[in-house]
């Protein structure tokens, strides 16, 4: 009826999410084999991925290159890399597109985990970057760069350190950019998020790297009338 297929979000495989997988390196390979032999070829079959582009981490621990065979495309998470999930900061863009002098972890950007699974052979238009419709902040922070220390997370309409574009947008504008990405400070909170621009620049990329496209979460941090979705829209066209 309305449904053209199925998506997996599983966090993650063979590694540690909110809790911890020990099914094996080859798990993934199976379950994805499995799900396409029983929707067949006309079906969608995709999933949602780590973008861990770590020595080791989580691309590491699962065949996403063998399981690739069987999807139409991986829906790679290329962002929530940082956050106020460490209140005390370092304050850093939490969906960087490239890495950058002071990054708190070398290999947590957009760039790394596509290369990472280019270099395991997965085929470059089964990859789409992920774009956030929201912002991650920390309060208590005194630095405008990124990089500064900070007391605990930003306010947020819903959760603590979280808020959409679309009230970011106005309420703590832009200031400056990194790694091809967005941040702001306002008073004492410390904001990354992607605008239109930063979307722009980031299609752009996709498109030289020879990817799938891009996909986002989720529709409601977009302004009324579709800023960021019409920027993924004209920048892969």
């Known amino acids: 009826d309305v449904f053209d297929g199925i998506d997996i979000d599983w966090e993650y495989p063979n590694a540690c999410g909110l809790s911890c997988d020990t099914s094996g390196a080859a798990a993934y390979k199976n379950l994805m084999q499995a ?3 029983k929707f067949g070829a006309g079906y969608l079959v995709t999933a949602a991925t780590t973008a861990d582009g770590t020595s080791g981490g989580k691309i ?4 996403y290159a063998g399981a690739a065979q069987y999807v ?3 829906n790679v998470m290329s962002y929530d890399f940082f956050g106020a999930f460490d209140a ?3 304050t850093a863009p939490h969906s960087p597109l490239t890495t950058y002098n002071g990054i708190p972890q070398p290999g947590f950007t957009t760039a790394d985990a596509i290369a990472k699974f280019k270099s395991k052979g997965v085929p470059a238009n089964k990859l789409l970057i992920g774009i956030g ?3 991650r902040g920390w309060t208590g922070v005194t630095q405008d760069a990124p990089g500064g220390a900070a007391t605990g997370p930003a306010p ?7 808020e959409d574009y679309k009230v ?3 309420s703590c504008p832009a200031t400056g950019t990194i ?3 967005a941040y702001a400070k306002c008073g004492s909170n410390w904001w990354s998020y992607d605008t239109p621009a930063t979307i722009g620049s980031k299609m752009t990329w996709a498109k030289n790297q020879g990817l799938g496209g891009a996909f986002f979460w989720e529709f409601s941090g977009d302004t009324a009338n579709g800023e960021l979705v019409s920027a993924i829209n004209s920048g892969l066209s």
């Open 88 to 90: 005390d900061g370092p």
């Open 72 to 74: 139409n495309w991986y």
């Open 168 to 170: 970011l947008k106005t």
């Open 133 to 135: 419709f929201y912002g």
């Open 179 to 181: 790694a091809g990405t």
């Open 60 to 63: 590491d621990a699962a065949d």
């Open 35 to 37: 799900l396409r032999a």
């Open 156 to 162: 947020g309409t819903y959760e603590q350190g979280i």
